[in-house]
């Protein structure tokens, strides 16, 4: 099946600082999405981007599908901002509405 | 808030055991996957339902179950509980999912002893 290898598995900020989150499919994906994961479980949709750039606030992302990758990078950091930040695809090739995620990266923003 | 929302928020069962796990989306979801995160992993897609019919399952036994309502409710059934089912339990609804993707609920958190 596809694998989905997120980098870093680990950052520490300190509050202010930029960061860039990589997320690489070994296969094509539909429907890439962006979430944050936050202290009580919740993951927030933060960017639905199959291709192109979308930006929202401190918060940006870029997709190039053709070369199976996303990128989110986070600028002026916050420490409203920490916790897990998981990318995820689905696999029109297998079971309908497989999300296929990643490990996650887990941030943590120190005041 | 999401508009996607899950009852109840922790749950703590016994090996054996049967559980049913809720949700409640938006109006014209029409489509609801559910998913089971163990601790420090990602979610692992467990079915999906589309007006009411299973689509779609993911590498879990039949003793997980789901049914789906004309209501954009949706439930999700463990029987006979295993300790290793302990984990967070996320329902995810969408509109669209080739134009907006999905959004999930804040998660039931079931202990299993």
């Known amino acids: 099946g596809i694998q989905v290898e997120q980098s870093p598995p680990d950052l520490i900020l300190q509050e202010g600082a930029n960061s860039t989150l990589r997320c690489n499919f070994s296969?094509?994906?539909?429907?890439l999405q962006w979430f944050h994961q936050n202290p009580w479980g919740q993951l927030i949709n933060l960017f639905y981007?199959?291709?192109g750039t979308k930006q929202n606030g401190r918060l940006s992302a870029t997709t190039v599908a053709t070369e199976r990758y996303s990128l989110l990078y986070i600028s002026s950091s916050q420490t409203t901002d920490s916790g897990v930040y998981f990318c995820?695809?689905?696999?029109?090739?297998?079971?309908?509405?497989?999300?296929?995620f990643g490990k996650g990266t887990k941030l943590s923003v120190k005041p | 808030e999401t508009g996607v929302t899950q009852s109840p928020t922790h749950l703590i069962k016994t090996r054996g055991q049967q559980v049913t796990l809720r949700c409640s989306s938006q109006?014209?979801?029409?489509?609801v996957s559910w998913y089971q995160q163990a601790l420090g992993q990602g979610p692992q897609f467990i079915f999906q339902y589309y007006r009411e019919e299973e689509n779609g399952r993911g590498n879990f036994p039949p003793r997980f179950s789901g049914l789906q309502f004309p209501n954009y409710s949706s439930e999700l059934n463990v029987n006979a509980l295993e300790l290793d089912d302990s984990a967070l339990y996320l329902c995810?609804?969408?509109?669209?999912?080739?134009?907006?993707?999905?959004?999930f609920g804040s998660g039931t958190r079931l202990t299993v002893v």
């Open positions: 981007i199959p291709s």
């Open positions: 109006s014209g979801h029409n489509t």
């Open positions: 995810a609804s969408s509109l669209d999912r080739d134009t907006y993707g999905y959004t």
């Open positions: 995820a695809g689905e696999n029109y090739g297998g079971s309908q509405g497989n999300l296929i």
């Open positions: 296969d094509s994906v539909n429907n």
